[in-house]
């Protein structure tokens, strides 16, 4: 079964399949096609004029005793050359813009398809290798839409148009040119397979190298607290190494078909054209027919070793539309019903897990919940609670549905999960996670984040909330302050706050709060949880607290252990009950807790 899989991959990478996915992104653009073609062919046309002037000149301007016809024939060849000139420049410019619009297309289609996919896609994908698809292989693809296109077209017509030219010219000329063509189409297609399969080898190993480095250079600090700069960098030097070795073999197999297909061509025509010198010798021929028959012949070999150059980024681009295809092509695990049951409006919060048991995909053989049912009534204040690996981080996973449990069902407001579109349901739930996300831009646009029309007052109003605005204007810039990659230039306590605002800022009627004070220090916790006090109210919001000071006011307690429920109730009620919660009380609180 495996050779067959490998066997079937290596034949899909061997053909140009993956390029016609590119089709549709041409054709939206018609227009630019359409006009882009005509400017080609009428700088195309106009270069094969050129050897009909110049034969007429040589046959006849040189012999006339008039100076004017000589004339006449170089104001011609100046008249050909501004129309080329004119026409080239419109082709340049309108299939560049061709290209770039399909790519830029294309990154668009690829991205928004990759923000779907969900968190059980990058458990398998590393974000460093999609980014590396989305700039290195779109830039090549971009070369073949644009101007390889172009190329390909030109030389196509001029190579056809010059073969037709030549048997107008001289027939039995042209056909010792179409004994010799075989001769050098046929290394293109041995070669042209080589330089795709070394192309797909390069591009994979750039993916690799700068995979590496982005998820390093993400976490600079660790990496220079634990001394790792020079192993890091040996690494990537390795990886980079690969890399220019798979780039060496790509580019040593182009060039080595370019090389053979020019060797092969100029063999060809230095043995037609001494056999045309002796034809002109001999008076079975004009020297300006001759001269005619060069130029096509020059004019056919361009456009051959042209093609055969754009062959080799052309199967270049095969490899790299291939790698992008892929991320097209990729479907979510969890995927928006068909027709979303619409849900309860105004929201309400009610919470229901059924008999829900759940294993990640990557450790499918250990449950991660095993048999959890509870409800949370709206308005309720619920904290889990219990030792790391009890499930309580995968129950949050679940109700955002980045998981579908694989028994039993989650409800929310009276509608199961899978039934309801994503967007209204993660509209109806805020996130305070423990490891706070924020990005390199401004304050405003990170408190804003998940909330792009929310205006700078209703920003400022939930700052003040998550007790932030203090230390935000302390910053150079205030809200305008741009921060660094991952708020490096933040502590994580500021970092956490902005979470907490980000949340306030979204008023969705469920609060997930995991952690969300882990990361202050005892002054910031007894404001944030006060702020966070007055957020809860009248809001369904269920605690993650190892801290168990946190959720002493939590209208219930449900007590977690090996992905199950083993305790519930009030701190008082579960302290009473000994058992697990009564262990961590203790710790936590010693003789307070009795």
Known sequence: MTEAVSGAEETRRRSLKPLAALKPYVLRHRGMLIASLVALVVSAVAMLSVPLAVRRMIDYGFGASDSRLIDQYFMMLILLGGVLGIASGSRFYLINWLGERVVADLRKDVFRNVALLGTQFFETTHSGEVM?????????????AGVALSQILRNAIMLIGALVMMF????????????????????LVAFGRLVRNRSRAAQDTLAEASAYASENLGAVRTMQAANHERAVASRFAEAAERAFEAARARNGARAALLGLTFFLVTLCLTAILWYGASAVIAGEITGGRLGQFILYS?????????????????????????????????????????????????????????????AYPARSDVAAVKDISFRVSPGETVALVGPSGAGKSTIFSLLLRFYDPQSGSIAIDGVKLPEASLEELRSRIALVPQEVA??????????RYGTPNATREAVEAA??????????????????????????????????????????L????????????????AENELAVQTALEDVMRNRTTLVIAH?????????????MDKGRVVQEGTHAELVAKGGLYGRLAELQFGEAAQ
Request: no cysteine; glycine share 6%; hydrophobic share 50%.
């Open 132 to 144: 590396s698809r989305l700039t290195a292989d779109t830039t090549q693809v971009k070369a073949v």
């Open 168 to 187: 107008v010219t001289s027939p039995w000329l042209s056909v010792l040119v179409l004994v010799a063509i075989p001769l050098i189409v046929l290394p």
């Open 298 to 358: 020059l004019f056919a070999a361009g456009g051959l070793g042209e093609l055969s150059e754009v062959w080799g980024e052309i199967n270049t681009a095969a490899g790299s539309m291939e790698r992008l295809s892929e991320l097209l092509e990729a479907k979510p695990v969890i995927r928006e019903p068909a027709n979303p049951k619409p849900m309860q409006r105004p929201a309400k919060g009610a919470i229901v897990l059924d008999h829900v048991s759940f």
């Open 438 to 447: 924020i990005f390199a831009d401004t304050v405003a646009e990170n408190i």
């Open 463 to 504: 700052a003040r909330a998550a007790q932030a605005d203090t230390f935000i204007r302390a910053l150079a810039d205030g809200y305008e302050t741009r921060l660094g990659e991952r708020g490096v230039t933040l502590s994580g306590g500021q970092r956490q706050r902005l979470a907490i605002a980000r949340a306030i």
């Open 506 to 521: 979204k008023n969705a009627p469920i609060l997930l709060l995991d952690e969300a004070t882990s990361a202050l220090d």
């Open 547 to 559: 801290r168990l000071a946190t959720v002493l006011k939590a209208d219930r307690i449900l007590v």
